[in-house]
């Protein structure tokens, strides 16, 4: 326990300059725990929250979502009759399959009244029922279990349909799983919200004790218990305060009432930070601090926003755009905002569509209100231009000979690093292995070598050899093509056809730099 209060409070230390929630006012003995903002998902504190550990009759969140799935899909309804095999009713009265809450073999219960038993009292042989029915054996439904973990996105592996024995799950994923079911089948709280269930003349606490024989926790509406000597005590709970949902995840705490005292902390935690957000989300302003006076094809401009009015980091939706158009790489779902934060935008005008960039960047609240920054910036209308030449050894050549060529590329432009498609033509045609889609200028001067071998057999006559640099059509860069005429002269004798091995025209160069 010392170790767990320490680190927590060394958490917090550390935290002080940076934003994060402070959690000295936090002491919980479960070895793993998880804080989540119901509506938004968003992280409000953990402690080994991606640890593996096993959740015991947590796993039961998993298997009840997949039941209401198949209440989804119409395979089943709430008053579908479930049938008790013998495996199942032998299970139902064994000690090693907590709950043991007694079904009858060959009897029928419903879907709802199964649901029921799985959520409150933490019946396991009520979860292989379901399992028996929809997939027909328990090993068939762990796979589904499985495949419906991964594609949750949850870190998570299931053994079996019910904890049971142990499976693995962290306690983000937990929580995870939880704000999913809520979103998806809100349903499910009808059932999680009750105090208990009278079945089969027998009244049954509902194990989350935070509901019936604690006391009881304002706006607690569910969520589930797990208890087995692998995974210690272990509990989900979520509660709703002034329309806002707050899901706490406690795994391997030390007893049963120590997990409902870890969990009325977490969740008292949860709404006091989500206060706390709020009132951060309200009062942050956004400003462009930094931009150039204008901006030109290919020249690399930079826009910075700052953030201000941050009272307690929180995580929002950030996007950056230009004239109304989400620039890729540059948005972040899960933005972190914190006191004094800033984000820079490093964009390159490649096109002239217009005498003025709109740049906007646009912070997004989980409530959908926004904080935003615009800025107009002149584009100057001068296209980026290069000349050069071609240096030959020769104009002419023999079947069977090599020629070396190179480009020189020069501008006038002022721009540092310019990366442009470029690429050798013979005849207007591309010469395979000879194009950059990213050929890179530095300080308006570049070059690049070719070696043009010439079959043996080729026919004479005058052909194109061409370095072309630049896209063809583009508004915002000049295309450069560099020409020269090659002949390829009649061979005078045999011998100057077989001084070498004919190779083809698009052979690797020697020290090229462009492709």
Not at 173 to 201: E, M
Request: some cysteine; aromatic content about 8%.
């Amino acid at each position: 326990m010392y170790k767990r209060i320490l680190a927590v409070c060394l958490a917090a230390i550390l935290c002080v300059g940076s934003g994060v929630p402070s959690a000295l006012a936090l002491s919980f003995q479960a070895e793993s725990v998880f804080v989540m903002d119901g509506d938004t998902g968003e992280e409000l504190y953990s402690y080994n929250g991606d640890v593996a550990r096993v959740p015991a009759s947590m796993t039961k969140v998993l298997t009840a979502y997949i039941v209401y799935q198949e209440l989804e899909a119409g395979t089943i309804t709430l008053d579908t009759p479930v049938k008790i095999s013998h495996n199942v009713a032998v299970k139902s009265r064994d000690s090693n399959y907590p709950t043991a809450v007694p079904l009858t073999e060959g009897a029928t219960y419903t879907v709802d009244t199964l649901l029921h038993l799985i959520m409150i009292p933490s019946a396991s042989a009520s979860c292989i029922a379901m399992a028996e029915h929809i997939s027909g054996s328990e090993s068939a439904f762990v796979t589904r279990m499985n495949a419906t973990a991964k594609s949750l996105g949850l870190n998570a592996t299931y053994y079996n349909c019910h904890g049971a024995q142990p499976n693995y799950i962290t306690a983000r994923s937990q929580a995870k799983l939880t704000k999913i079911f809520i979103d998806t089948y809100p349903d499910i709280l009808r059932i999680t919200k009750k105090s208990g269930f009278s079945f089969n003349g027998t009244y049954y606490n509902n194990t989350n004790h935070l509901l019936n024989t604690m006391a009881p926790y304002e706006g607690l509406d569910g969520f589930k218990t797990g208890t087995i000597s692998a995974a210690g005590y272990c509990v989900t709970t979520t509660a709703v305060r002034n329309g806002r949902r707050v899901i706490a995840v406690v795994m391997k705490s030390t007893s049963d009432a120590q997990r409902f005292a870890d969990s009325r902390q977490l969740l008292d935690y949860g709404f006091d930070q989500i206060q706390k957000r709020d009132a951060s989300r309200a009062s942050t302003g956004v400003s462009i601090t930094a931009q150039p006076d204008s901006v030109r094809p290919y020249q690399p401009a930079s826009f910075t926003v700052q953030l201000s009015g941050v009272s307690a980091a929180y995580t929002a939706k950030a996007q950056w755009y230009v004239n109304g158009e989400a620039v890729e790489n540059y948005g972040n779902s899960n933005f972190q905002v914190t006191a004094n934060k800033t984000s820079t935008l490093n964009y390159t005008l490649r096109e002239l569509t217009g005498d003025t960039l709109d740049v906007s960047f646009v912070l997004t609240m989980p409530d959908g209100t926004e904080k935003r920054a615009d800025t107009t910036v002149a584009i100057e209308q001068r296209p980026v231009s290069y000349t050069g030449s071609l240096n030959i050894r020769s104009a002419a050549v023999y079947p069977g000979k090599t020629l070396t060529i190179t480009a020189d590329v020069l501008g006038a432009n002022d721009i540092y690093r310019v990366q442009l498609p470029a690429g050798w033509q013979w005849d207007g045609e591309a010469i395979p292995g000879y194009s950059n889609n990213a050929f890179t200028i530095l300080n308006d001067q570049a070059a690049s070598q070719y070696t043009l071998r010439v079959p043996a057999d080729a026919q004479p006559g005058l052909h194109t050899l061409s370095f072309v640099v630049g896209p063809t059509g583009s508004t915002g860069v000049e295309q450069l093509v560099l020409s020269a005429d090659i002949e390829i002269a009649a061979p005078q004798s045999a011998e100057d056809t077989a001084s070498e091995t004919p190779e083809e025209i698009d052979a690797q160069p020697e020290n090229a730099q462009a492709a």
